[in-house]
């Protein structure tokens, strides 16, 4: 198993990147000034990744993180995560991320640590061009979290 940040050609991860957000748009605005990591498996299988922005001095933003189906409760993704905030933690002191409201997500992301800060309502409807649903929920404002790694 090891975690690779990769520099070049990111668009070659696209399938993965549109498990964790699928507007292929948004993407393509923020992958160029994104750190990328890939998680690869004991078979040297890409499994999981998380795409990173600086927003300012302190603080970076989780824009994508996402795991091939086959490959999930693996552990994977989380220690993908760790291996960002220890990264990060010498230069920045917090970590954010908005999400949509899916329990299951809120939840992973609330035992490692994060928790709400506020809302932005109706941001699934005003930026997607078409409704977005999971678990059979429309996602309708988008949720910010936070951690702090310091
Ligand atoms: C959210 C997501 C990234 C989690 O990926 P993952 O690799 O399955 O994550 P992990 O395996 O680290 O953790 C998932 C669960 O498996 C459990 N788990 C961890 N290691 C495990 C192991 N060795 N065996 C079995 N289960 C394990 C964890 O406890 C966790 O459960 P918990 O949240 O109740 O604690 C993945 O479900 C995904 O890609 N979802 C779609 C995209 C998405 O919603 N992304 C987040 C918003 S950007």
Avoid at 32 to 50: G, Q, W
Avoid at 70 to 83: H, I, P, Q, V
Wanted: hydrophobic residues 35%.
């Amino acid at each position: 198993m090891k975690i690779e940040e990769i520099t070049k050609n990111k668009i070659i991860f696209l399938d993965i990147l549109l498990i964790g957000d699928e507007d292929e748009n948004m993407i393509h605005k923020y992958l160029n000034e994104s750190n990328l990591f890939v998680l690869y498996n004991e078979n040297d299988k890409p499994t999981s990744i998380c795409a990173v922005i600086r927003i300012d001095d302190k603080t970076i933003e989780i824009k994508n993180l996402a795991t091939y189906p086959e490959f999930r409760n693996k552990g994977y993704a989380s220690m993908l995560l760790e291996f960002i905030f220890d990264k990060y933690k010498e230069n920045y002191s917090e970590i954010i991320l908005g999400t949509g409201e899916n329990e299951n997500t809120l939840s992973f992301y609330k035992k490692r640590g994060f928790v709400e800060t506020h809302r932005i309502k109706n941001f699934f409807i005003n930026n997607y061009p078409n409704p977005i649903f999971e678990n059979g929920k429309q996602l309708i404002d988008m949720i910010y979290l936070k951690k702090l790694i310091k």
